[in-house]
Nanobody
Framework: QVQLVESGGGLVQPGGSLRLSCGAS????????MGWFRQAPGKGREMVAT???????NYVEFAKGRFTISRDDAKNTVSLQMNSLKPEDTAVYYC???????????????WGQGTQVTVSS
């Protein structure tokens, strides 16, 4: 069993900041990638940022310069610092992790339950 639990969403005014956090727990042998997606009302889920283990951060265009992804591999956590937030950033944000549970399994993607971010005055 693997669980991803997010925290840190909420309501913020345009131009404000929020920090999202996500921790993975359970039966984990190795994590090869962690990141964040989001889904706005009426739209599909889209990638925000990812950070492979031992690799460099990847950002989609709208996140560059405003969002920063970071990981603590010792704690199996990933965070997303979001600055200069805009109303169009309003969405449910989901963390994900690519996890190998044991030596006999292949790595699979696991998702958190999502956390609402609302940017509004």
């Amino acid at each position: 069993q693997v669980q991803l639990v997010e925290s840190g969403g909420g309501l913020v005014q345009p131009g404000g900041s929020l920090r999202l956090s996500c921790g993975a727990s359970g039966s984990i042998l190795a994590i090869t990638n962690m990141g964040w997606f989001r889904q706005a009302p009426g739209k599909g889920r889209e990638m925000v940022a990812t950070k492979p283990t031992g690799g460099r951060e990847n950002y989609v265009e709208f996140a560059k310069g405003r969002f920063t992804i970071s990981r603590d591999d010792a704690k199996n956590t990933v965070s997303l610092q979001m600055n200069s937030l805009k109303p169009e950033d309003t969405a449910v944000y989901y963390c994900y992790a690519t996890i190998q549970r044991n030596g006999l399994s292949v790595a699979s993607n696991y998702w958190g339950q999502g956390t609402q971010v609302t940017v509004s005055s």
